[in-house]
């Protein structure tokens, strides 16, 4: 995880960064925006930008977003601060951190930039042998497609695989094609040179270069447009790549690996997904059951997330009473492991006693969206837009998910572009939205 600081480090702003470093983060600091933007045109590895709000924090995110950088802000101020709060949110801040800085809010931050986390909980037999699969092909130079629901782990099984080849002291570069847009996503995989665009003021390294020696993971890759599959498939196929508005190809010493939640034979036949870059990608394929066929894994999880959840919180551990864990063993999982982890963690934080009681566990669709339909009656819609409905669904789902966009999409069965979509739609009107978890889209 690497995280660069945009502000003065001799205050509390440098303690934040003292705790980011304790919870595993690697930094980088810069003075000022042209600084910072320097540093995140020559190293795509930048996870996560935190920015002190007496820089103009608007300023720097319409920079970004002019020279193509989908790299998340997180804005940092005095916790008194409520005016520099919002409007560093208005001016596109994923978040606002206050300082003094605490411990538990920057490791929720950081968890969330970093995506799913990189511990392998397994007890199942059907994801052992998943495991054991990606274990045998995880030394060799072989591009692996890897298959799943969302939520399932795909990302945490990518991870394992880099930490078990030979390119584990290399980088681990994960891209999700799903979060970026369209606009966004080609100079993002490969970079461009000044001028290539308006905006482009200078040259920038894209994720191919940064992941040189190492592993890119190129995550939900059914989202990609077609376009860019085409030059993704030169890209593998001749080992070098073309900056946006670049003279010359540039080689690269990348392995590939590749998710997605989607049947690609299916895809290919749709004319979506190029069959030549299926069979490209699709030399070793690796299958993650859902959560529902693995129910070993579900006790296990419930216990690491409990753990997680409750040092998170500062609050003591307490374990799943019996009944508990016949509930969460038995239910279907739509959301998987994702699904889990939030159903565990609002039971933390509501727990009370030695145990998590069934009492605390809420599983099911939204209360306010089963309210509508089921208490109430399609009577209770009539007289309403469907744009009217359709919005309240999504927003109560996101409720329901605490905030998690991936989950949301796939219980109310759309992409995650188009749900990130109709959020931008809904914010532009005025729509309160309900934040990303720990303030970080995911």
């Known amino acids: 995880m690497r995280v660069l600081i945009i502000g003065s480090l001799a205050g509390e702003l440098g303690q934040a ?19 910072a933007l320097a540093r995140l045109r020559a190293d795509a590895r930048v996870d996560l930008l935190l920015c002190d709000v007496v820089h103009d924090v608007g300023s720097i995110v319409r920079a970004l977003a002019a020279e193509r950088m989908a790299v998340p802000v997180v804005a940092c101020g005095t916790g008194n601060d409520a005016t520099a709060a919002v409007q560093a949110i208005r001016e596109g801040a994923r978040e606002f951190l206050p300082l003094p800085p605490d411990p538990d809010l920057i490791a929720a931050i950081l968890e969330a930039a970093a995506g799913e986390t990189q511990a392998m909980v397994v007890r199942d037999p059907a994801m052992q042998a998943a495991v054991r699969r990606a274990e045998q092909v995880a030394g060799s130079e072989a591009s692996v497609l890897i298959t799943g629901e969302s939520g399932t782990g795909k990302e945490v099984l990518a991870r394992h695989i880099h930490r078990r080849s030979r390119r584990s002291n290399g980088p681990f570069i994960a891209l999700n094609c799903a979060a970026i847009p369209e606009n966004l996503l080609e100079s993002e995989l490969f970079g461009h040179e000044k001028g290539a665009f308006s905006g482009a003021v200078a040259r920038r390294v894209g994720k191919f270069e940064a992941a040189d020696g190492g592993t890119l993971l190129l995550d939900e890759i059914s989202e990609m447009d077609t376009r860019l599959q085409a030059k993704l498939l030169r890209a593998l196929q001749e080992r070098e790549i073309d900056r946006l508005g670049g ?175 109709k959020l931008r739609d809904y914010a532009a009107q005025g729509v309160a939205v309900p934040p990303p978890a720990a303030g970080v889209a995911v």
Not at 18 to 33: C, E, M, N, V
Not at 410 to 416: A, C, F, K, V
């Open 17 to 35: 960064a003292q705790i980011a470093i304790a919870r595993g983060a690697k930094l980088d600091h810069a003075d000022d925006a042209d600084t």
């Open 247 to 421: 003279a010359a190809p540039v080689r690269v010493n990348v392995r590939i690996l590749a998710t997605t939640n989607r049947d690609l034979p299916v895809e290919v036949q749709r004319g979506t997904f190029r069959e030549d870059l299926y069979f490209r990608l699709n030399v070793v394929s690796l299958r993650i059951p859902p959560l529902r066929e693995r129910p070993a894994d579900v006790a296990a999880l419930c216990e690491h997330f409990a753990r997680r959840y409750a040092e998170v919180n500062g609050l003591p551990f307490r374990p799943l009473s019996r009944e508990a864990v016949l509930r969460l063993t038995s239910h279907g999982w739509r959301g998987n492991v994702r699904e889990l982890e939030n159903a565990i963690h609002r039971a933390v934080l509501l727990a009370d006693g030695e145990e998590i009681g069934i009492n605390v566990i809420e599983l099911g669709p939204p209360a306010a969206a089963a309210q509508t339909v089921g208490s109430t009656g399609i009577a209770s819609l009539v007289g309403r837009r469907m744009e009217e409905v359709e919005r309240d669904l999504i927003i109560e789902t996101l409720g329901h998910t605490m905030g998690n966009r991936t989950h949301a999409a796939t219980i109310l069965g759309i992409s995650i572009r188009a749900l990130r979509n």
